[in-house]
């Protein structure tokens, strides 16, 4: 069954360690990831997503966050993303991308974490790998069938 969703944002960092800034466009390569973003490099936490429900849950705690905050490259709506199993197929456009790991351990000194005792990229976020390369912006069309 074929589930669509949306993109709200695109974000990239060109350092490790900072929060990742909005563009316009993200172009996906094979083996890569993301062209200029920081964590790109050939292994399986290539692109990182995160739920924009998720994020609204933080704004919720009272605190300013913005996308890109939680240092996700791709902003979503309209999917539960950590509740995708490993393996998934993402279609984002002309690109494709495969689900690789769900959470990951929040690194020391999380600003968000420390902030409100809380963060949801450990267990919210997912990681993926480029399968079929392509440019993506908010406007593509995405889904993911199961």
């Known amino acids: 069954m074929r589930h ?3 993109l709200c944002s695109l974000n990239v960092s060109h350092n490790k360690g900072e929060k990742k800034s909005p563009v316009a466009a993200l172009e ?3 083996d890569h990831g993301i062209t200029g973003d920081a964590h790109a490099g050939n292994w399986h936490r290539q692109i990182s997503l995160l739920a924009g429900e998720d994020i609204e849950t933080m704004r919720g705690h009272g605190i300013e966050i913005s996308y ?3 240092a996700e490259n791709i902003t979503t709506r309209g999917v539960s993303l950590s ?3 490993v393996g998934t197929r993402l279609v984002l456009g002309e690109a494709v ?3 690789t790991q769900i ?3 929040c690194h020391q000194g999380c600003a968000i974490r420390e902030a409100v005792g809380d963060c949801v990229m450990p267990r919210k ?3 993926a790998k480029v399968i079929t390369p392509g440019r993506i912006t908010c406007e593509s069309p995405c889904y ?3």
Do not use: H, N, Q, R
């Open 4 to 6: 669509s969703f949306a």
């Open 28 to 30: 996906l390569v094979v």
């Open 68 to 70: 890109g905050d939680f």
């Open 83 to 85: 509740a995708l199993p």
């Open 97 to 99: 991308v495969e689900v």
């Open 103 to 105: 959470g990951k351990e």
């Open 125 to 127: 976020g997912i990681f």
């Open 144 to 146: 993911y069938d199961l």
